[in-house]
């Protein structure tokens, strides 16, 4: 499979844990999103890499929140501290500089 | 107000139907993307068109960049259609990092 995957699809945690949630984008795509999606609304934009380099962050990305992308090719995303207002969908796309965005499945996180 | 916005909120159809959604956005953009998203979060770029018209199967999206308006079009509409549809943009503001802006999607039901 050459699209973009994430994992893992579902996550359940108790408020408090750290999470860690991770996204292989395709792989010749030096550009990688992290976005945030909660129940009937669109997405929003969290972070941006290209390459390895994290270029902007949203300010919906509090200090608890984390990404790498150590080597360019996969990226992490760490929630520290976890609360019940962090229960979304956490989707990654990856794409070409001006091309077409693709979309992991996404991660589903629970903070109960 | 968002910067996208679309509509209806929720459409619902009978089979064979043709369908249209509506997408206005207030800001400057370089291209517009059309997503569809299926329960269970997976998101699927159906088209990203920045002038005129695209069709794809039983799919055609417009643009008119003068009235910062698209739509999209579902001819013989299917059950296999139901699904939320988002329209995004690409920002001029966005800079180098080409984030998408998303609506809050159209929940489209397809009765057989």
């Known amino acids: 499979d050459t699209g973009v995957s994430q994992n893992p699809r579902h996550k359940i945690t108790k408020r408090g844990q750290n999470v860690t949630f991770r996204c292989d984008p395709i792989?010749?795509?030096?550009?990688l999103y992290w976005y945030r999606q909660t129940l009937g609304q669109g997405p929003e934009f969290l972070t941006y890499?290209?390459?390895?380099?994290?270029?902007?962050k949203s300010r919906l990305l509090s200090d608890r929140f984390s990404a790498e992308r150590p080597k360019g090719s996969f990226s992490t995303l760490e929630i520290q501290r976890t609360e019940q207002g962090d229960s979304a969908m956490y989707l990654c796309?990856?794409?070409?500089?001006?091309?077409?965005?693709?979309f992991g499945q996404g991660t589903r996180l629970t903070v109960v | 107000k968002n910067e996208v916005e679309q509509s209806p909120q929720n459409l619902t159809a009978q089979e064979g139907e043709f369908i249209t959604i509506n997408c206005s956005y207030s800001v400057g953009i370089s291209a517009l993307h059309w997503l569809q998203q299926h329960p269970g979060g997976g998101i699927v770029s159906l088209f990203m068109l920045s002038s005129g018209k695209k069709k794809h199967g039983r799919l055609i999206a417009t643009i008119n960049i003068q009235e910062k308006h698209s739509s999209l079009h579902i001819t013989a509409s299917h059950p296999r259609d139901s699904a939320v549809y988002i329209c995004?943009?690409?920002?001029?503001?966005?800079?180098?990092?080409?984030?998408?802006?998303f609506g809050t999607g159209t929940l489209l039901a397809v009765q057989p």
């Open positions: 796309a990856s794409s070409q500089p001006t091309g077409q965005a693709f």
């Open positions: 995004a943009v690409r920002s001029h503001y966005g800079g180098a990092t080409n984030k998408l802006i």
């Open positions: 890499f290209q390459n390895e380099a994290q270029l902007e």
């Open positions: 792989s010749e795509h030096n550009r």
